[in-house]
C-alpha cells in the first residue's frame, strides 16, 4: 500500500446522509460507465480479461499490456496455455513484474477453468475468487467491465478517495469494498466505481489533492482534519 495513501486515512465515516451527498455530487462532476467501457485493459474476452487482471498486480498499466500482448500472442484460451512452459509464459509477461509468480498462478488458473469450470469463467465474485491468483479487487473490476455487474472495484484511487473523504474508513482494499458494498446507495452502484476512479484521477490526487477548490471539501474528514490541524 502506498505510504501516502495509508496516512491519509482514517479520519472518521460520513454519515448516511453526507455519504448521499458525496455521491451525488460525485454524479453531477463526474463521468460514469460509457457504453465503450471494456473488460480489463480492453481484452475481448472473459479468459484474457481475468488473465490481464491477474497481470496488473503491482504493475503500470503500459507494462500490463506489454505484458498480455506479448502473451496472448502466444495462447488465447486456457488450453493452449498449458501448452506452455511456466518459464514460456515467464518470458513473456517479464514487463509487468512478478512474472515467476504469476506464471505459476497462470497455468493453476487455466487448470482450475479446465477441471472445474469446463473452460467458462465464474460470474460470480465467489467463483472468481475461488480461482488461483484472483483476489477481490480483481474479481469486482472482472464483474464490473467483463460482466456488467453493479459492483464498486477498489483500485488505488478508488480507495484513497474513499477513506479520505470518510465515505469509508477502512484500512485496506477489501474491507473498503465490502463496507462500499454495504453503504453505498442503490442508484450510485452502477457508475459508483467510474466517479470516484474520475475524481481520484482528476481532483483527491495521490500526492497534491486540490482540496481548496473540490467540491466535496465542505463534508471530506480528510480536508476538515488538515485545515483543523
Known sequence: ???????????????EAEREEAFRRLREHMPG???SAKGPKDQPDPFRSVV??????????????????ALFAFAKT???????SEEEIARAIKPCGLYNM???????LCAALIEEHDRVVPQTREGLMALPGIG???????????????????????FRVCNRTGIT????ADKTAAALERLVPDWARRDGHF????????VCLSRRPRCETCFLNDICRWFAAARDA
Open 33 to 35: 460507465r460509457t457504453p
Open 136 to 158: 477481490r479487487k480483481c474479481a469486482d473490476i472482472v464483474m464490473s467491465f467483463t460482466f456488467d455487474e453493479d459492483v464498486i472495484a477498489v483500485d488505488t484511487h478508488v
Open 52 to 69: 490481464s487482471c491477474l497481470l496488473s498486480a503491482q504493475s503500470r498499466d503500459v507494462n500490463t499490456a506489454a505484458a498480455a500482448k
Open 102 to 108: 504469476k506464471a505459476k498462478s497462470i497455468r493453476r
Open 1 to 15: 500500500m502506498d505510504a501516502a495513501v495509508e496516512k491519509d486515512t482514517g479520519h472518521g465515516a460520513l454519515g
Open 169 to 172: 474508513n477502512e484500512r485496506t
Open 78 to 84: 486456457p488450453d493452449a496455455m498449458l501448452k506452455l
Open 195 to 202: 466517479w470516484l476512479l474520475q475524481f481520484g484521477k482528476t
